[in-house]
């Protein structure tokens, strides 16, 4: 019958999944939300079709002991001591502000306790890992300035939970479920596991995976790095330490060794899993019920978390991370959720007597929909950057020069590198730039003739004397924008000449359209340099070499001409891909033959 159960519950996830992530992903709404939504579904205040959420929830847990195990494994002890500054700068204030601000509201306004309001303000000043990265890996922003310093927060908060709940003990009633004050020997035995994690991983761990790896053996390499988590997060618990703490510990011990990335990658499938299995119990944990029966109370402290924590949160990211608004108001987003150390810290709170069981259900409630809210928020946040990124904060500026010859739209990298040309050889340009950071920085270098407007807007062009100019070059980094220009360009000056940037072969074709003849792809040329001296390194000579990228330069660019021809027929497109390359095999065989026959 448990076998059965066990059959039952499985398939229920995985329908509910298959179900709901396709459709939120589909309307952009992220796959986090579509865990939520199936986890609210199947749970025992929807449909009621697994009712276990504790035994799901333990299961669950160890996706985000598995996430902070990948953590370890990107950030090598040298990478954590750059970012120190981050995370225990903006970290440490992120904490303490919103910890005390929403005790504070616990205290006036909810009747709380000051010991309780100290564990309450702490628990909800904590935020998501697991939500937030997830989300920023989805977005592809993990690596943006804005990600950097939420990655930066999270990993500061895991650590900030560690004292909290040693705290829960020392400031409860200690009657509750044996529950005992931390004396010094517990507080020794703390530290001394730690310890022994850290030297006992330097001194053993690389010599294990050295010995498992000659065994050549996948699986037991897999089954090696699963007992190395589990193992140091069950040491861990042991201690009374968080267990996900233990699992960071082991990936930094091995983020510098030669099997990292065999271990990232063997233990990606299972965090992947587990931490979606994670998503569903904290949906499953949604009471429809307390929702229905009190929703302006619960709704309310919804509201009051995530606006509090956004207000705190968003000049934090303007004056300590140094971020811009838009960036600020992202990281807001993604940090103004309550986090699964929360649900920690507040169960142990009831059991210490701090809160009880009705303030608990609905500090519950409210972090789990401020989670479910998190996807949407970020969405929400985006969406108002970009708005505010068409609307430029300031006025474009009034260009006064004289005629030019050449105008740059665009001042990026390919501008730059025109804009110093020209101006070396005392030709007249104007230059224009829709990004404010972007020309004030490049002005700081001498960038008199450069001006911020967008240089699709026809209203700029006359005023840059575009009907004087001669060449218009076209180094905007955005496809959809180069194509609007270029056609308004054309349009209304079809006596000037356009030179522009393109992102690839489509974007080229597109270009080809408006009747720009040669578009410039901004990959191309570096790319057959890098492929020379590939070549030159492989033993061929200078000369040879040069000839072979010469000879691939010109056949690509012919290619390039014939493909312009079909490149709305996918099938014309691939064939001819197909010829070419058997083409350019055979006139490098012929030049092969033709050295040999020199040679000799």
Known sequence: MENHEFLK??????????????????????AVLGYLLAGVAIGPSALGLVADTEGVAAISDFGV????????????????????????????????????????????????????????????????????LQILAERKEAGSVYGRQAFAILLFQDLAAIPLIAAVPLLGAGAAKGAHPVDLMGVLQVVGVIVAVIVGGRVVLRHVFRFVARAKSVEVFTATALLVVMGTAWLMEI???????????????????????????????????????????????????LLASKPLLVLGMVGLLLAVKAFLI????????????????????????GGEFAFV???????????????????????????????????AASKIVNEKAKKPDREFDEIQVDAPRVIIAGFGRMGQIVARLLRAQGIQFVALESSVEQVET???????????????????????????????????????ANIRTARLVRRQYPHLKIVSRARNRQHVFRLMDIGVEEPVRETFHSSLKMTRQVLQSLGFSEDVARARVERFRKHDEQLLRSQYLVYDDEAALVQSSKDALVDLQQLFEADSAEERERAN
């Open 9 to 30: 519950t499985a398939v229920v996830f995985l329908l509910a999944t298959v179900v709901a992530v396709p459709l939120t992903k589909r309307f952009r709404l992220g």
């Open 65 to 132: 002991v598995l996430m902070l195990f990948v953590i370890g494994l990107e950030l090598s002890p040298s990478r954590l001591w750059v970012m120190r500054r981050a995370v225990f700068g903006s970290g440490s204030l992120q904490v303490v502000v919103c910890a005390t601000a929403l005790g504070a509201v616990g205290y006036l306004l909810f009747g709380l306790t000051w010991k309780a309001a100290v564990i309450v303000g702490g628990s909800l000043a904590l935020s998501s890992t697991a939500f937030g």
């Open 239 to 289: 201690a009374g330490v968080s267990t996900t703490l233990g699992a960071f510990l082991a990936g930094l011990l091995l983020a510098d060794s030669e099997y990292r990335h065999e271990l990232e990658s063997n233990i990606e499938p299972f965090k992947g899993l587990l931490l979606g299995l994670f998503f569903v119990s904290v949906g499953m944990s949604v009471d429809l019920a």
């Open 314 to 337: 968003w000049p934090l990211g303007r004056v300590v991370g140094s971020l811009t608004n838009g960036d600020s108001l992202r990281l807001a987003a993604i940090l103004a959720s």
């Open 345 to 379: 810290l507040l169960n142990l709170a009831l059991q210490n007597r701090l809160i009880n069981g009705s303030q608990r259900n609905l500090m519950v409630m409210a972090i789990s929909l401020s989670m479910a809210f998190t996807p949407l928020l970020v969405i």
């Open 442 to 480: 490049s002005r700081r270098f001498g960038g008199t003739s450069l001006f911020f407007g967008d240089p699709a807007r026809p209203e700029m062009l006359r005023a840059a004397q575009a009907d004087k100019a001669e060449v218009f070059v076209l180094a905007t980094d955005d496809p959809e």
